[in-house]
């Protein structure tokens, strides 16, 4: 019950500190925003090679590999893309 | 300790991206935000490969490098061919992929708590089954996003006949045999069969919205994907996944309520209302059109052209279908080197995913001073000889002005009509995405071009130059 107590409050801060940065992007960018947080909602791949890497049964690791593939291609193609992107916004 | 230098690095890796949601606020300080983001990814992926134990196998180290090497490839692939006027595609499938990973993680802890002869905690079987059902209709629904996108299925609404019930039904469905979950997790099966369920729903939940309103999908599928990372982070107790995830929520959440706010509608309209299915034509759209419809030559609008002083591009759709930024370019760089001055006027929701426009724009070397927003551009059209309107149609439709009783009445629009002249670039006189005619057509200062968008940018280009 503590730990959900810290972990509750570390997403309502999250939350709000979300809403307070995201508010500020320009409509310019609203493409290269959706990419890039995109690729960090691939932050999943942390939990994903936990799973592949402590190998407890056949069903964990393979699952765990499947998720890695999952949040890697999301990782790499959602930063890549974006970078592409954004190297286009030029000024004048 | 070991564990101490880890939590450390997470710390390091959120900050980075909080700093990368930062650094997005201007598209000078854009570029390096992104390298900020995957910087705290790559600190965040090799803080966790020193939380595992290497000691006896070195076959953790196969399974794990397969599985990123794998990955990453497909997703450089991805990535580097993608065209631009595909984006709204590629983020679909990316968004699909990360909630797909995230139902694969939850399934995966709750299977290795119970092989360790524990039970997991009701903190982690709810949070279980929240990345699950989230997980899996993030997933489904953004593989029926990108068919709709790449034109693999039709892009009109699919409704059927109870389709709002049954979509309930399958999420209480769900929940019911979540509760059921939580107070036996030894049933896992249970947990196949949410997901199994949650996999319809995506299916039937996206199948029935139109392809005008994938702005508003996308985002909210954006905020799902980062909703399912975080309740995957509540699964492991994982304060840098809940923040994370939580940052992408919120994101998805602030756009998807922004596009709502740009057509007057709620979320709940675009979600089930169905908006696209009827197209009015025939009689009523003979009563708009019927003799009042102009359309010019290349050299007339060349003419027109060549003494206006101020014009306004405003781009939709259309410019992405025909690929015609690069053209647009050109007619831009043309006309100010005769002295006009050009800027470009975007919709919020013009294109299929919030700021398609402007990445294009960009991608043909538009500097983006000159691209502005609705609420901008709007008070200078009273002052703007020529707008040329190419590919949009609902976003400048002027019945959303005065008309109460019209799909798109209150929506904000871009109030093009005030200008001098008004030329708009269409194929044919066939309504935009809300079905319905636009007065716009056969206004009095308003001249039609029939032709493909780019064609009849390239069209225009010549005819300025011959003119010369």
Not at chain 2, 245 to 267: D, K
């Amino acid at each position: 019950m503590e730990v959900l107590a810290i972990t509750l409050t570390v997403f309502v801060l999250a939350m709000f500190v979300g809403f307070e940065v995201i508010t500020k992007v320009p409509p310019t960018l609203h493409t290269p925003l959706t990419s890039g947080s995109n690729a960090i909602s691939g932050i999943t791949l942390v939990g994903a090679i936990l799973s592949a890497g402590l190998q407890l049964t056949t069903l964990t690791t393979l699952l765990g590999f499947l998720a890695v593939v999952f949040a890697t291609i999301n990782v790499v193609g959602g930063f890549l893309v974006t970078h592409r992107m954004l190297r286009m916004f030029k000024k004048k | 300790m070991r564990l101490a230098l880890v939590n450390l690095s997470y710390l390091v890796a959120s900050v980075l991206f909080i700093l990368t949601f930062k650094g997005l606020s201007h598209p000078r300080t854009a570029v390096r935000a992104n390298l900020m983001g995957s910087l705290g990814m790559l600190i965040a992926v090799v803080a966790t490969l020193l939380l595992l134990d290497w000691g006896p196998g070195v076959q953790r180290y196969g399974v794990i490098l397969a599985g990123l090497t794998v990955g990453a490839v497909i997703g450089a692939l991805l990535a580097l061919k993608i065209q631009m006027t595909a984006m709204p595609q590629m983020v679909a499938l990316l968004n699909g992929f990360g909630g797909a990973a995230s139902t694969l993680v939850a399934g995966a802890a709750l299977l290795e708590e119970l092989a360790q002869g524990r039970l997991p905690s009701t903190q982690s079987t709810v949070a279980t089954v929240a990345a699950g059902i989230i997980g899996a209709v993030t997933f489904w629904g953004s593989l029926v996003a990108f068919a709709k996108l790449q034109e693999i299925m039709p892009g009109r609404p699919l409704l059927f006949r109870g389709q709002q019930a049954l979509n309930v039904a399958l999420l209480a469905v769900s929940l019911l045999l979540g509760a059921w979950l939580v107070a036996a997790p030894q049933a896992t099966w249970l947990y196949v069969l949410i997901v199994a369920l949650c996999t319809v729903l995506g299916v039937t939940s996206v199948i029935a919205i139109g392809g005008a309103d994938m702005p508003v999908v996308i985002c909210l599928l954006n905020s799902y994907s980062g909703l399912a990372a975080c309740a995957t982070g509540f699964v492991l107790d994982n304060n840098m996944l809940i923040i994370a995830g939580s940052l992408v929520g919120a994101s998805g959440l602030i756009l998807s309520r922004i596009m709502c706010r740009a057509m007057n509608r709620s979320l709940g309209n675009v979600l089930f209302g169905g908006v696209g299915a009827e197209v009015v034509t025939g009689a009523a759209a003979d009563a708009v059109y019927a003799g009042r419809v102009k359309a010019a030559s290349a050299e007339e609008l060349a003419m027109i052209l060549e003494s206006a002083r101020r014009v306004v591009i405003v781009p939709g759709y259309g410019m992405a279908v025909s690929q015609a930024q690069h053209a647009v370019r050109d007619l831009a760089n043309l006309l100010e080197s005769r002295g006009a001055e050009v800027e470009f006027g975007v919709h919020p929701v013009a294109g299929r995913m919030p700021g398609h426009m402007n990445v294009l724009l960009a991608e043909a070397d538009i500097p983006y001073e000159k691209v502005r927003e609705m609420d901008a551009i709007n008070p200078s059209f009273a002052q703007t000889d020529v707008v040329i309107v190419i590919g949009a149609n609902d976003v400048v439709n002027p019945v959303a002005r005065t008309d109460p009783k019209s799909p798109i009445a209150g929506m904000p629009i871009l109030d093009v009509d005030k200008a001098r002249t008004v030329i708009v670039i269409k194929r044919s006189l066939s309504p935009g995405f809300a079905g319905i005619p636009n007065p716009l057509f056969a206004a009095d200062n308003t001249l039609m071009y029939f032709a493909d968008g780019k064609k009849a940018v390239l069209d225009l280009v010549d005819a300025l130059k011959q003119a010369a």
